[in-house]
């Protein structure tokens, strides 16, 4: 088939003839048009972080100038605002090219966007200096915005969480290797996350703040030292006189990263695993609860506060217990203690329930990451340009989270990331070119509107 041939194809009139009630006439030659209006709104928050700038000034570009004809910032925008609006291959954000409205917002003012090839080899082109320089280069916008938006007001504590989890692999990438206990090939990468604490507790928001690839048989605490001591200063830097308190799971209970937060004059919570040591001294508090939850067939709980000190520790720490008898169906007794070293101190009820807890929201932010934003596509050879593919669905990510914060007192200040993405981003759009000036005609039937002016007006107004 010719050119001129496809061109009429293309165009021709698709009628569905006995399946509505009416006629219905489709084709493919209507005015510029796309099918996502929304990236406006990344593009605007974009610009008002400066993200995606301070990223590509992170990257060395190693191409020869003469031949290149597609800008770091351009593709590192191309990349970035496709995973958000759910682009997430090359492949698909190569399709985006021609979009009407991608290349507006990615600042291509002629000429169409990057193929999927080129894009694929730029990706390939990220070495371990650019990983580390770009995970910098995030972790200090990030928290630069943070301050702007949160500020200090009414601020008693910054919470840091860190938590990994696994990105499944298939194929012969880089340092992928087995891991038991996830049962598959896999790499482990590190989450970083902040969260403040103000008069009426803690916030809901988890802000996402970094995120390192680790090989599939790094140890749980592997490289948690190293991130802290970028994030760390910074939040100092940010909130200066703000408590810091850092939450770990039990794969951090080693007596470096204790001996390190102790260092830092951090707060910090760690979950421990138990032991005969533990179990004895929790002894006397499952009794407790024991008797009570025999007494009112219903689960029971005491909370207390022990002193212990591991061969391996220098010095004696508080642990809080969580003394648990869980009852079962059948009336049966189950003993279910847990334990958090911490240096708080506050109830221990308190540090517990109110506190150590929250950490559990932490995964409902990683479920969007791996669900939404394509945190597990790390599918290239080479380590690094999986990491490099790792801080793209950060950064596109951290731009999801700030839409979520401008939608702030509507329907959709807690909708998820693939909520927002189908409410706000896949909007239809009708964009036109007079001049200088470009036009882009929403719907004015489109359900969502009030929602996406203000979360428009918002963005222009962000201080930067």
């Not at 600042?107 to 320089?133: F, I, Q, V």
């Not at 100092?236 to 390190?260: K, Q």
């Not at 951290?398 to 909708?415: D, P, S």
């Not at 001049?435 to 359900?447: G, K, N, P």
Request: aromatic letters at 8%; proline letters at 3%; one cysteine or more.
């Amino acid at each position: 088939m010719n050119k001129s041939a496809k061109q009429d194809a293309e165009v021709q009139e698709f009628l569905f003839e006995s399946v509505f009630e009416q006629e219905v006439s489709v084709s493919f030659d209507g005015a510029e048009q796309s099918s996502d209006g929304g990236a406006l709104l990344l593009g605007a928050l974009d610009q008002k972080l400066k993200l995606s700038a301070a990223l590509a000034a992170a990257f060395c570009d190693r191409r020869q100038a003469g031949k290149i004809d597609h800008g770091m910032l351009e593709m590192l925008r191309q990349r970035i605002y496709g995973i958000a609006s759910g682009y997430e291959d090359g492949n698909d954000a190569g399709r985006l090219s021609r979009d009407a409205l991608f290349p507006l917002v990615c600042g291509k003012e002629e000429g169409e966007l990057a193929s999927a090839s080129t894009l694929c080899r730029w990706e390939n082109m990220a070495g371990w200096r650019d990983g580390l320089k770009m995970l910098r280069a995030l972790a200090e916008t990030t928290i630069r915005q943070l301050r702007r938006t949160r500020g200090r007001k009414g601020l008693r504590r910054i919470i840091l969480d860190l938590d990994p989890t696994d990105d499944a692999t298939h194929g012969q990438q880089e340092f992928s290797f087995f891991n038991g206990y996830y049962d598959s090939h896999c790499y482990l990468p590190l989450l970083a996350f902040v969260a403040f604490e103000g008069a009426e507790g803690e916030e809901p928001e988890q802000h996402l703040v970094a995120a390192l690839l680790r090989s599939g048989k790094a140890h749980g605490s592997a490289c948690a030292r190293g991130l802290m001591r970028i994030i760390l200063p910074l939040l100092r830097e940010a909130f200066p006189g703000v408590p810091i308190c850092v939450r770990l799971d039990g794969a951090y209970a080693t007596p470096e990263v204790f001996s390190f937060l102790e260092a830092q004059g951090v707060e910090y919570m760690v979950n421990m695993a138990s032991n005969a040591v533990l179990e004895k001294l929790a002894a006397p508090f499952l009794d407790i609860a024991r008797e009570r939850a025999r007494r009112t067939k219903q689960t029971a709980k005491v909370y207390a506060r022990l002193w212990y000190r591991a061969q391996s520790w220098p010095q004696t720490r508080a642990v809080i217990v969580k003394a648990e008898v869980v009852v079962g169906p059948d009336g049966s007794l189950k003993d279910n203690p847990r334990f958090v070293v911490n240096n708080l101190d506050e109830v221990p009820r308190k540090i517990y329930a109110r506190r150590y807890c929250r950490r559990g929201d932490v995964e409902n932010r990683i479920k969007e990451l791996k669900e939404t934003l394509a945190l597990g596509r790390t599918s290239c050879s080479s380590f690094w340009a999986n990491q490099f593919r790792v801080l793209l669905s950060a950064a596109a990510y951290v731009l999801m989270q700030g839409l979520r914060a401008a939608c702030a007192g509507t329907a959709l200040e807690r909708a998820q990331a693939q909520r927002l993405r189908d409410l706000l981003l896949k909007v239809s759009a009708r964009v036109s070119r007079v001049t200088r000036r470009v036009y882009v005609e929403l719907s004015s039937r489109y359900a969502w509107a009030a929602e996406w002016r203000q979360a428009a007006g918002r963005i222009v107004a962000l201080v930067t």
